[in-house]
């Protein structure tokens, strides 16, 4: 099924919610901006997150969901936001965005800087500061993304085909890996 490129008034976040990936340092930041995010994911802190958090009409915690159910939300988000606070090497939930034609705002760690680039395909900021999250949150809002070449994009660039190509070129010494 092709992706849909309408785009709702929301950003949403993805994954464990847990210390690490940052989704505290995420939602400290959406409360004190008047954008809807919607959250994915359940986790040791859900309780606690939903609890405080609970006043904010801005701040919408939907649980764990499967791929059927999470993929028409994660197409239809202005964004994406993984906010990790430790190093991910590459965070399978940045290729599905992408590949769904959604940009993605994501911390400078690990191999998330490298699947990003910034301003075609989302922006990147300092992992765990609130005030650069807030900045680019607002900056992401009001980007305007070409939605079907980022998906037309990762998808070529994230096909088994295309994976298969550059492994043989690596194999037979005609390409230099490189970052």
């Given at each position: 099924?092709?992706?849909?490129?309408?785009?709702?008034?929301?950003?949403?976040?993805?994954?464990?919610?847990?210390?690490?990936?940052?989704?505290?340092?995420?939602?400290?930041?959406?409360?004190?901006?008047?954008?809807?995010?919607?959250?994915?994911?359940?986790?040791?802190?859900?309780?606690?997150?939903?609890?405080?958090?609970?006043?904010?009409?801005?701040?919408?915690?939907?649980?764990?969901?499967?791929?059927?159910?999470?993929?028409?939300?994660?197409?239809?988000?202005?964004?994406?936001?993984?906010?990790?606070?430790?190093?991910?090497?590459?965070?399978?939930?940045?290729?599905?965005?992408?590949?769904?034609?959604?940009?993605?705002?994501?911390?400078?760690?690990?191999?998330?800087?490298?699947?990003?680039?910034?301003?075609v395909t989302g922006m990147t900021f300092e992992?765990?500061?609130?005030?650069?999250?807030?900045?680019?949150?607002?900056?992401?809002?009001?980007?305007?993304?070409?939605?079907?070449?980022?998906?037309?994009?990762?998808?070529?660039?994230?096909?088994?085909?295309?994976?298969?190509?550059?492994?043989?070129?690596?194999?037979?010494?005609?390409?230099?890996?490189?970052?």
């Amino acid at each position: 099924k092709n992706p849909c490129f309408k785009k709702d008034d929301y950003y949403v976040f993805l994954g464990r919610l847990t210390e690490v990936k940052g989704i505290r340092t995420l939602c400290e930041a959406a409360a004190a901006l008047p954008y809807k995010l919607v959250v994915i994911g359940g986790g040791e802190l859900e309780d606690e997150l939903v609890n405080e958090y609970k006043t904010y009409d801005n701040i919408v915690f939907l649980g764990q969901k499967d791929w059927k159910e999470f993929r028409p939300i994660l197409e239809k988000a202005r964004f994406m936001v993984i906010p990790s606070e430790w190093s991910e090497n590459n965070p399978l939930t940045v290729i599905e965005a992408q590949s769904l034609g959604t940009p993605v705002l994501g911390a400078r760690i690990g191999g998330i800087p490298e699947l990003i680039e910034e301003g075609v395909t989302g922006m990147t900021f300092e992992s765990g500061n609130v005030e650069d999250l807030k900045d680019k949150i607002e900056a992401m809002t009001w980007q305007s993304f070409d939605y079907e070449a980022l998906a037309e994009s990762a998808q070529k660039r994230y096909n088994a085909e295309t994976y298969y190509e550059k492994i043989m070129e690596v194999y037979k010494g005609e390409s230099q890996i490189s970052s």
